[in-house]
């Protein structure tokens, strides 16, 4: 995936000494490279959504009937639900044996790190340093994950925007509709 640096200005820290809030890193090779802070603030944003989709009032999760981006199939959803299964799964399989531990005792259990320190047996300085990689990796995957990425959450809850070949398929679908529709009344009209 190429990153531009409208990618990630927004979510690079101010503070963060290593790109200075520009988000890219430039490496020997000469391509430009996302900063690490950059994958722990999609990480974040990323675990907020499925924090409110998880903690989300069952009563008020609404079915949503979302159109395929090659037109014509619509299918219903869930799109809170889905989301929450996506990013469970997607983290599952991302993270080591290891490291699914120390997620799933403080993200998903919600243990502070006093708890977890002492449950996993790690000192402080380990157990930081582990949470940062592990935000790191997954935002990373949460973005360029392929056909449809975790990341940017607007696209994944409401559909990629419509291009002119999905706009051009529906007004075809539509002319078709028509044309049936016309098929159909003249058979009535000469009856009458």
């Known amino acids: 995936m190429e990153w531009t640096q409208s990618d990630t200005l927004a979510l690079a ?8 809030g520009s988000g890219l890193l430039f490496r020997n090779t000469g391509r430009e490279c996302p900063c690490k802070c950059v994958f722990r603030a999609i990480f974040r944003a990323c675990y907020a959504r499925f924090v409110e ?14 159109r395929s981006p090659s037109g014509g199939k619509c299918t219903w959803g869930r799109k809170d639900e889905e ?3 996506d990013f469970y799964l997607v983290t599952k399989r991302t993270l080591t044996p290891e490291e699914w531990r120390i997620f799933s005792w403080h993200y998903l259990l919600g243990a502070d790190y006093i708890l977890c320190c ?7 300085g380990l157990y930081f340093h582990s949470m940062y990689r592990i935000q790191q990796k997954l935002g990373r995957v949460y973005r360029e994950l392929k056909p449809y990425a975790l990341f940017p959450l607007d696209e994944y809850f409401s559909g ?13 679908v539509e002319i078709r509709r028509t044309s049936l529709h016309e098929v159909l009344r003249v058979p009535v009209r000469q009856a009458a």
């Open 13 to 20: 820290s101010v503070n963060c000494a290593h790109c200075n």
């Open 53 to 66: 989709c998880a903690t989300k009032e069952k009563h008020l999760c609404h079915v949503r009937l979302d």
């Open 83 to 85: 989301y929450a299964a």
């Open 118 to 124: 002492r449950r996993l047996k790690m000192d402080r």
């Open 160 to 172: 990629q925007q419509e291009t002119e070949s999905a706009w051009q398929v529906r007004k075809v």
